[in-house]
């Protein structure tokens, strides 16, 4: 399940705090990214696409609320939570203030266990099935926490990877994956899959949702990839 994890960036640029969240989000299972500057942060942000951000708003050259602000504007980006961090709570007040958009703030020096606990208030809303949440879609129930899917109150048997693709469409509903997204997201970025590969698993998954009956809810969206409903 190590690919369906969510990857978590972190910017920071004391070396030190750095390794300390790393230890800690790695330890919760989670994937670790980490930048010590607002410039690289952007260039990790384009080719990770995380899917949370632990921002230090004081940083060199491009500040915190400066990454906040670019990524709050940008379509693609938007959606990806921000837990801002900061030294002290005038400059939290600033922030708000300011309205960069950063979905929570904590200020320095913070207590590990909360900055986890907020992380994973973040990424229920955002990635609920790697969160252990219970998804529902139409008939349909995934329950992450127990790996059962149900379809009309009857359980469904699903493989490891048809179960990992619905959860993935299921976060998402109506959402247009790709067929490289959806390798990224199911088999892991370092896995080189073919992407025909998908098409064989989407075949298996449909197969799976529609063997006591109902509608094929996976869609194909032509020349692009696969949608839920
Ligand atoms: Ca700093």
Not at 118 to 126: D, E, I, S, V, W
């Amino acid at each position: 399940m190590a690919q369906t994890q969510p990857c978590v960036l972190v910017v920071e640029d004391e070396g030190a705090q750095r390794e300390v969240l790393k230890y800690n989000l790695e330890a919760e299972g989670f994937g670790v990214v980490l930048a010590e500057n607002g410039d690289e942060a952007m260039l990790l942000i384009a080719e990770e696409q995380p899917d949370l951000i632990v921002l230090d708003w004081m940083l060199p050259n491009v500040s915190g609320i400066e990454v906040c602000r670019r990524v709050k504007a940008d379509p693609v980006t938007r959606q990806i939570p921000i837990i801002m961090l900061s030294a002290r709570s005038e400059e939290v007040d600033r922030v708000r203030g300011l309205e960069t958009g950063a979905d929570d703030y904590v200020v320095k020096p913070y207590s590990v266990v909360e900055l986890m606990a907020r992380l994973r208030t973040q990424l229920r809303r955002t990635r609920p099935a790697s969160m252990g949440e219970r998804l529902t879609f139409g008939d349909i129930i995934l329950d992450a926490g127990e790996h059962r899917v149900f379809r009309a109150g009857q359980p469904l048997h699903l493989g490891p990877t048809e179960f990992r693709l619905l959860s993935t469409l299921m976060e998402k509903p109506g959402r247009v994956w790709s067929r490289e997204q959806l390798l990224d997201r199911v088999w892991g970025r370092d896995i080189y899959v073919d992407t025909r590969t998908i098409d064989v698993h989407v075949g298996r998954l449909r197969k799976a949702l529609m063997a006591n009956g109902g509608d094929n809810p996976v869609r194909t969206v032509r020349g692009t990839g696969y949608s839920l409903g």
